[in-house]
């Protein structure tokens, strides 16, 4: 019966819209914080990571003692590294920059992953995927010329936040090799572990305090792992059993929209025209790139849902 209701989309996609709005609460708490990037990083991974281990070791074991000595494991570690060195130039380019601002170019991953597909792994890019990475660049020149009327600080934080793409473009390449032979939630405890072990011996090279933060970073890093991250982005991957990569991923464009939302009402943050004109055609630039790379099936099924699910980045911005 649930598989019937599920596969009509009449709730699945209502669940996946939920989760997207889960994804962009993300800045709020990023904000409300005032433990320093790294630490506000480490919390959350670790966090994820805890709450995920009981069912890896209920569910995973089998399948964990089979991969730890593969490729598999080596790359599932080095793609939760770049998930961390991701998370950690977002969170430092919303200290800089606009809500919006951020969330929009740290969405232009497309970019990095382009270039990867055509030079590294020799695939061809469709002329509708060209068009929508040449469109979305244009809006992220013009989001950086609005900004850089507004100081210094706009600018490296916008720089943040098209590094942290290129990282996640990192980590979305890397998952699609090694997802291939692992199930979704053994790949998302190795790459949370990965990331909380990565942000711990970055806290420490730097010298930041792992502790001493007020009970509020604590609480804001919780609820980043709880609704950003396990209600939030973990949906989007089970959401894959009954609707397209393509759904997905235009679904996650929503996230700058929503996040924009939150800036305006609990910041007073109003994006200039500028911005709002070049958010506009980088979020419609993204559109064409999926439109023009998703494969045409209507509906996963079987091993195709695997396969789908390395087409969408089961952790991407936020």
Known sequence: MFKKLFSGGAVVRPV?????????LSSLFIRLANAPSIILVFYRVTIASLLMLPYVIAKCRDELRRVIKTRDMALSLLSGAFLGVHFYLYFQSLKLTSITSAVILVNVEVFFVAFAMLFVLREKISLRGWRGIIVAFIGSVIIALADANSGND???????????????????????????????ALYTYI???SSAVTTFLMAVLSGTPLAGYSGDNILYAALLAILCTLLGHSVFSWGLKFETPAFISIAKLMQPFF???VGVIVFREIPSVLVVVGGIIVIAGIYDYTKGTSPVSTAPQGNGTEAAENDVSDTDTD
Not at 16 to 22: E, G, Q
Request: net charge positive.
């Open 16 to 24: 996946i819209v939920t989760a997207t709005l889960l994804t962009s």
């Open 154 to 184: 706009n600018i490296i934080g916008d720089l943040y936040a098209f590094l942290g793409a290129g990282a996640m473009a990192v980590y979305t390449l890397i998952g699609r090799v090694c997802r291939r032979n692992m199930s979704t």
């Open 191 to 193: 790459l949370y572990t």
């Open 259 to 261: 996040a924009a939302i």
